[in-house]
C-alpha cells in the first residue's frame, strides 16, 4: 500500500541553524501538505502547496519557512533559522484532490536546543 | 476565523455508539467539515468528511446540522482500535485547514 514517507525521524539542531524537514508525498497525489503539532498539543495547519506553488499558508508559516517540490518526488520544508519554539512533530501529508482523504507521514520530530 | 471545538475527552464502552460532537459556529459556506484521527505516535488518519449533507463510509458517519453550526461523528460500534484523539476541522477558502483540539476517546472493554 502506498504511504507517505518522512526523514529523518528525528532531528536536533541549535537554535539558529537551518533545518530541511525531507517527505516523499505518493507518487500520483497532486496537493502536499505540512503541519507541525507541539508536544500535547493539537495539531496546526502549515501550508498547502499545489501545481509548485503555495496555495494556502497559516500565520505560523512566515518568513522563517519554505517548501520546496524540487525533483518532482521530495517535498521538503525549511526552516532559515530555528528557535525554540519550533520544537515540535512536523507531519507532511499528501492527497489526490483538494477535498479527499489526506495521507499522513509518521512525522519528524525536531528538537531546537 | 474558522474555528471549531470539541470537548477535551469521553468515554464509551466497546460494541456501543459513540456520538463525538463539534461546533463550528463561524463556519462559511463553501467550508467542509473533516474529521481525523490520531493515534498515540502517529499521524493523523481520515475518518471522513462532508460539506452539507450527511454522510457514511466503513468507518463512521457524519452528521451536519441543518444550519451547518455543529456536526457529530458517529462511531456505530467502539472497539478498542478506535482510542484515539478525535479531530474535527474546517477547510476553508482552497485548502487550508483549522484543526480543533480535538477529543481524546477512551474505549472501556
Known amino acids: 500500500e502506498p504511504e507517505v514517507t518522512q526523514t529523518p525521524s528525528h532531528q536536533v539542531t541549535q537554535m539558529g541553524q537551518e533545518v530541511i524537514l525531507r517527505c516523499v508525498p505518493i507518487s500520483n497525489h497532486l496537493y502536499f501538505y505540512w503541519y507541525r503539532q507541539i508536544l500535547g498539543q493539537k495539531v496546526e495547519f502549515l501550508v498547502s502547496?499545489?501545481?509548485?506553488?503555495?496555495?494556502?499558508k497559516s500565520e505560523i508559516f512566515d518568513d522563517q519557512f519554505s517548501v520546496e517540490r524540487p525533483d518532482g518526488s521530495n517535498f521538503t520544508l525549511k526552516i532559515r533559522s530555528t528557535k525554540l519554539e519550533d520544537s515540535a512533530m512536523y507531519f507532511c501529508?499528501?492527497?489526490?484532490?483538494?477535498?479527499?482523504?489526506?495521507?499522513f507521514g509518521p512525522g519528524t520530530r525536531l528538537t531546537v536546543l | 476565523d474558522a474555528k471549531t471545538t470539541q470537548p477535551n475527552s469521553m468515554e464509551s464502552n466497546e460494541e456501543e455508539p459513540v456520538h463525538l460532537p463539534c461546533n463550528h459556529s463561524t463556519i462559511s459556506g463553501t467550508d467542509y467539515i473533516h474529521w481525523y484521527r490520531q493515534l498515540p505516535s502517529q499521524g493523523p488518519e481520515y475518518v471522513i468528511h462532508g460539506l452539507t449533507s450527511n454522510v457514511n463510509n466503513r468507518m463512521a458517519s457524519l452528521a451536519i446540522a441543518e444550519d451547518r453550526k455543529s456536526s457529530t461523528l458517529i462511531l456505530h460500534r467502539a472497539t478498542l482500535r478506535d482510542a484515539a484523539v478525535y479531530y474535527c476541522i474546517l477547510r476553508a477558502n482552497f485548502n487550508k485547514f483549522y484543526f480543533g483540539s480535538g477529543t481524546k476517546l477512551n474505549v472501556k472493554p
Open positions: 502547496f499545489y501545481n509548485n506553488e503555495i496555495s494556502e
Open positions: 501529508a499528501s492527497s489526490g484532490e483538494t477535498s479527499s482523504e489526506q495521507f
